[in-house]
């Protein structure tokens, strides 16, 4: 059985160019003992990728050039001959970026039996779900009637930070780029303020128009303006969620930090980033929690669906310009 997969040719520098990406197929090996087949039906495409394509070793090891570049996908078993899962079986993996996956079962889980959409499992309920969740509660220690900012507000964890934190009763407020995507910020009664074609101190000023006695809590996934526009309406005591660092995944240099980290000091600020995988041993907590929220359809989330498997390097790179609302995902 032949199955197709994407590498990469080299690392890239900057913003990665589409002629990277290579479409392999392979035979698959005849299928041993606890190994299971699956057919994927959804990959995730996210930006933690863009790091594993620096050759760099950071918190996970980098993509190995001409081999099958992964992350999550969601599959249905095709064969199997592993005791846990059987024929028909659906399931998630870290096996993406390609249509057929063969693995051992025990780095395999069986989708949890809460009534959504298959895809949601890679999305509200998956990693970027996840992420908004402990972010919010394990490292900046959300309370009642904090008042919470959120950067890139309309992705997959933002999106949903902003309704987690908006339930704590503060003021919410999000930054992001599109107008469509502050409509939708607007829409769930979440202050929506723009980053387009701003500097700092531009920024700086909305977000105290926003929100004029400041932040208890900063999720961060942008970096660069966002960060320095934050650290200047912090309330004392505030803590900084650091997410990821979109702003910077395709920078050729090394970026300066930022210019008022003084801020910190003054405000008596906490300032922690996290990696998920870190976290993981919680998603149940998280899935009790949030999932029967997702399912009674009381957490509003979007995707936005590309088609095809040839079509994931177009996903990917969509990322990087604003390209997506919520969860970007493929369908197989």
């Not at 101190?201 to 961060?220: I, M, N, R, T, W």
Request: net charge negative.
């Amino acid at each position: 059985m032949q199955a197709r997969y994407f590498s990469i040719s080299a690392y890239p520098k900057g913003l990665p160019d589409k002629a990277l990406f290579e479409l392999q197929s392979h035979a698959l090996p005849e299928l041993a003992v606890d190994e299971i087949r699956i057919r994927n039906t959804w990959l995730s495409v996210d930006p933690y990728m863009r790091g594993r394509m620096s050759g760099a070793e950071t918190y996970i090891a980098p993509f190995e050039l001409g081999k099958p570049l992964d992350g999550a996908a969601i599959g249905e078993v095709i064969e199997s001959r592993h005791t846990r899962f059987k024929v028909g079986d659906k399931v998630r993996h870290m096996a993406g970026w390609r249509d057929l996956a063969q693995l051992k079962g025990d780095v395999v889980e069986p989708l949890p039996d809460i009534e959504v959409p298959d895809q949601a499992y890679l999305g509200v309920l998956g990693m970027p779900g996840m992420t908004a969740w402990a972010g919010l509660n394990r490292i900046a220690n959300l309370r009642e009637g904090d008042n919470v900012l959120v950067s890139a507000a309309s992705g997959a964890v933002g999106s949903l930070a902003v309704q987690l934190a908006k339930a704590k009763g503060g003021k919410v407020v999000g930054i992001a780029g599109a107008a469509d995507k502050l409509a939708w910020l607007e829409q769930h009664d979440i202050g929506a303020v723009s980053y387009k074609g701003k500097d700092t101190q531009q920024l700086s000023d909305d977000l105290k128009h926003a929100c004029p006695e400041g932040f208890d809590v900063y999720y961060e996934n942008v970096g660069g303006t966002c960060l320095e526009a934050a650290l200047n309406n912090l309330k004392v005591g505030a803590r900084i969620a650091i997410c990821g660092l979109i702003s910077r995944y395709n920078d050729e240099t090394q970026a300066q930090g930022p210019r008022n980290l003084a801020n910190l000091l003054i405000k008596r600020a906490r300032m922690q980033g996290f990696i998920i995988f870190d976290h993981w041993t919680e998603y149940p907590h998280f899935l009790e929690e949030v999932g029967p929220q997702v399912a009674k359809g009381e957490i509003d989330y979007e995707e936005t669906v590309v088609e095809g498997l040839e079509s994931t390097p177009d996903a990917f790179l969509q990322l990087f310009e604003g390209g997506n609302r919520g969860k970007m995902l493929v369908r197989l």
